[in-house]
């Protein structure tokens, strides 16, 4: 009888921790899959202009991130130079990154091409590092030059990444060829 309600009294238990475990397991799940308080809400607004301090208008947030460069036009190839300011620290974080997101169907792509006219013409996710240099381009701590090409019209957010970090996002209207 002893050794019936012992093997009882441990199954009970194992079953207790098993259910335990699973319930640590889900709240871990689901806590990695909520939005944490230092994600930025992605934003549909298009970006507005604002002036650098040279007097150009660049497209994006001031004091953060900016394009300068022609209209956008689907399945077109255009040179645009980006703009950044930050510190050291994040503007040579790691590679810089581009991940466009179409609003209406929520498709990503590639929007940065590298060779663009040549026979190695290619859509990349990244380009290399950026450098710090303060009070350079425009008065950005930064500035990279790129080709860039989206494939549909409509409204994109172009969202941007030094290294693995989230950088900041410039929402464009891409116009019909």
């Avoid at 202009?49 to 399945?75: N, Q, T």
């Avoid at 620290?89 to 040549?118: C, D, P, R, S």
């Amino acid at each position: 009888m002893k050794k019936s309600l012992v093997l009882l009294s441990l199954l009970i238990m194992l079953t207790l921790t098993g259910c335990i475990e699973k319930n640590i397991e889900d709240v871990t799940a689901n806590a990695k899959n909520s939005p944490t308080e230092t994600e930025e809400p992605k934003s549909w607004n298009l970006s507005s202009e604002f002036k650098s301090s040279e007097g150009d208008y660049l497209l994006g947030e001031e004091g953060k991130a900016g394009l300068i460069g022609p209209e956008f036009k689907a399945g077109k190839i255009d040179k645009w130079l980006w703009h950044f300011w930050g510190d050291e620290k994040t503007i040579e974080g790691g590679n810089f990154k581009v991940v466009a997101i179409h609003k209406e169907t929520g498709e990503k792509e590639k929007a940065l091409v590298e060779n663009a006219g040549t026979s190695n013409e290619q859509k990349v996710w990244e380009y290399g590092k950026l450098a710090y240099s303060p009070n350079g381009v425009r008065g950005s701590d930064s500035s990279m030059p790129s080709n860039m090409s989206l494939s549909t019209p409509g409204v994109w957010r172009l969202e941007i990444f030094i290294g693995e970090n989230y950088f900041g996002a410039i929402v464009v209207d891409v116009k019909k060829k």
